[in-house]
């Protein structure tokens, strides 16, 4: 890191990387943060309340490329870091509905104050809707039976409103249960990355984060789950590649020359870290250097 550097938090949680990064700058160093979430960002300002070099913001991280801009201050961020996913203070509070566990609302949103809960669109999703979303973002293989059993309460003017009581609905229309995990642990899932618009967030995040980064800036993505992943890994590795050029070429024109290097092989939680933290069994972390 650069003591006098621009460094970004784009998922501000509860702190832990900020504080570990504002540790490390010197008095000319700067650290911005920003999370969805209301309460992430009153921690945010109270952490940083006598730290002048250190600003926290409730946006989601899409908007950096933009605000970056408008801040003048394209290609001049020498860090951008993203710990993707749900916090745990989020899963933790009941009353957020996220917890399969602690039972509360069905809302799930990590912004309370923008869009709708995950009950409100389970009461007007059509199931082809419903049943796409558990599929594709959860990776469910009973997506259609869980679909006909969220249908079938609905229709009978029952649908759950607690996720408790969700989750119990989703247990039933399950086969008999196989492994630890709670068996709409995927369904959770699912709705939460819809309800939060997550994989869109992040490719639009890409999309325009190597005109943020400084040369020799870096990416850090941590993520938790292989859909994610899968996006980080391969926009690093289309950003590091020279595009096709026939053999014996000259120098590729800039259009085709990689805006990015791969920094070392993607980094897992070890046993005593997944030990101390056990929500860091799934996560991986990938990072990228910006090329000049
Ligand atoms: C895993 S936690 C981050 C924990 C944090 N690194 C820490 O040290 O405490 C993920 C955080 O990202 C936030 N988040 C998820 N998607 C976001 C987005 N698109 N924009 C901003 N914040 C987002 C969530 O609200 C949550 O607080």
Known sequence: MKTDGLYMDGTYGRGGHADAIASRLGPQGRLWATDRDPD?????HE???????????????????????GAGLSG??????????????????????????????????????????????????????IRRVLHTYGEERHARRV???IIAARDAGELPRRTGEFAALVREAMPA???????ATRVFQAIRIHINGE???????????????????????????SLEDRRVKR????????????????????????????????IRADDNEVAANPRARSAVMRVAERLS
């Not at 709708?116 to 009461?123: F, G, H, K, M, V």
């Not at 249960?177 to 068996?183: S, V």
Request: with cysteine; hydrophobic share 35%; net charge neutral.
């Open 147 to 149: 679909t006909n059993a």
């Open 76 to 129: 001049r961020v020498d860090g951008l870091l993203l710990d993707l996913g749900v916090s745990s203070p989020q899963l933790d509070d009941a009353e957020r509905g996220f917890s399969i566990r602690r039972d509360g609302p069905l809302d799930m949103r990590m912004d309370p104050g923008q869009g709708e809960s995950a009950y409100a669109w389970l009461c007007r999703a059509p199931a082809g809707e």
């Open 47 to 69: 952490r940083f309340r006598h730290d002048p070099r250190c600003a926290v913001s409730q946006a989601g991280f899409e908007e950096l490329p933009a605000r970056v801009q």
């Open 199 to 225: 994989l869109a967030a992040l490719d639009r995040l890409l999309a325009g984060v190597c005109g943020v980064l400084a040369p020799g800036g870096r990416l850090v993505v941590i993520s938790f789950h």
């Open 235 to 266: 926009f690093m590795r289309d950003h590091s590649r020279i595009g096709d050029l026939p053999p014996g070429a000259p120098e590729p024109p800039p259009e085709k020359r990689p805006s990015l290097r791969v920094v070392g092989k993607p």
């Open 177 to 183: 249960e196989q492994g630890p995990r709670h068996p």
């Open 40 to 44: 992430a960002v009153a921690d945010g």
